[in-house]
């Protein structure tokens, strides 16, 4: 038997870390790896079948030209050839990549480099876009760069959760059993959902608000933690700049009443997961795709955000606001610049950021402007004005 191959699961946003060993020709044997940080050794039913997905029924086993095998220097020569040539005849505009959540950091960051600092175009787009894009336009807004203040170990020192527009049960299993074993110590459960999905069905509290209705949902909360005495007025003094007005807005329309009006729930039950939220300091509040996939998704996770900077619930162990992402490198790509308006480390395309990245690539012909966006990519690839795209 070979020595075990220390590997990541590709599969969902946990990224949870296994050891691969390889048993004969076609066969694998998975086990979680108990030194890994985001599982510590154990693994869902999709980890644990991995080995089953190493077979070749199905799959392209070699690189073909049309219908017909070729070698992998003819290939990559061809592939390189065509892209030259379409940029020689319309530009470097006219090209693009468009990337995955499931790469791993340094080939986000090679792909990047490539597209933006030698090809000179930034048209190159991935995964978080369509999957978290109101995560970064929030987290962006919030700290002014797109950084999650939150680490698993937030899990093991929180004393209550609030899951929003998250199904963690089936979604993010590892982390829900986290939860859980926290929870069995003590720390309390709320399900945010319109859905009584698996995780709601072992909450402490679930609140099935209007589909829509989260932002007045946070508002309302925000205005209660104030009008009870949990605001951090140091810690907003210290580090947090409040729009002028903000809070005599706030207090509009966001009583009690109204908000449980709005989002269609007991007021009871309102009161509750209000009263228990002001109570608990070491509070962790995770949202995935259900606030992400919202048309008002940017405004959702603001308002997370707004509410632990407000008590000061963030950068202390177990009190944090988290985004838990679909796929397991997706804050990877977004660290290394692998989307379309950021360069590398979070930088946006400010003259400055862009002659630091040129000079640190030694980049020949460094993008001077943010590329096309998936979707604005997608449309100009039927509009015909992308001629070349590698996927």
Known sequence: MTAAVRTTCAYCGVGCGIRATVTGERSVEIAGDPDHPANRGRLCSKGT????????????????????????????????????????????????????????????????????????????????????????????????????????????????????GSNAAWCHPIVYQRIRARCEAGAKLVVIDPRRTETAEEADLHLAIRPGSDVALMAGLLQHCREVGVVDEAYLAAHVAEPEGFWDQLGEGNDLWSVARICDVPVADLRHFYDLFAATPRTVTLFSQGINQST?????????????????????????????????????????????STLAAHMDFAPENRDRVQRFWAAPAMAEKPGLKAVDLFRSIGEGRIKALWV
């Not at 220097?73 to 499931?102: M, N």
């Not at 008590?311 to 660290?335: D, H, L, V, W, Y």
């Open 49 to 164: 079948h991995l080995g089953e997905t190493v077979g070749l029924e199905g799959r392209l086993l070699h690189p073909m030209i049309g219908a017909k095998r070729a070698s992998w220097d003819k290939s990559l020569d061809l592939v390189a050839k065509k892209f030259r040539e379409t940029i020689a005849r319309h530009g470097p505009g006219s090209v693009a990549f468009y990337v995955s959540g499931q790469l791993l950091t340094e080939d986000y960051y090679v792909a990047n480099k490539l597209m933006k600092g030698f090809i000179g175009t930034a048209n190159i787009d991935t995964n978080s876009r369509l999957c978290m894009s109101s995560a970064v336009a929030g987290h962006t807004r919030a700290f002014g760069e797109d950084v999650v203040p939150a680490t698993y170990d937030d899990l093991d020192a929180a004393d209550l959760f609030v899951l929003i």
């Open 296 to 340: 008002a998704g940017t405004d959702q996770v603001n308002a997370i955000t707004n509410l632990h900077l407000a008590t000061g619930r963030i950068g202390k162990p177990g009190a944090a606001p988290f985004s838990i992402t679909g796929q397991p490198n997706a804050m990877g790509g977004r660290e290394v610049g692998g989307l379309a």
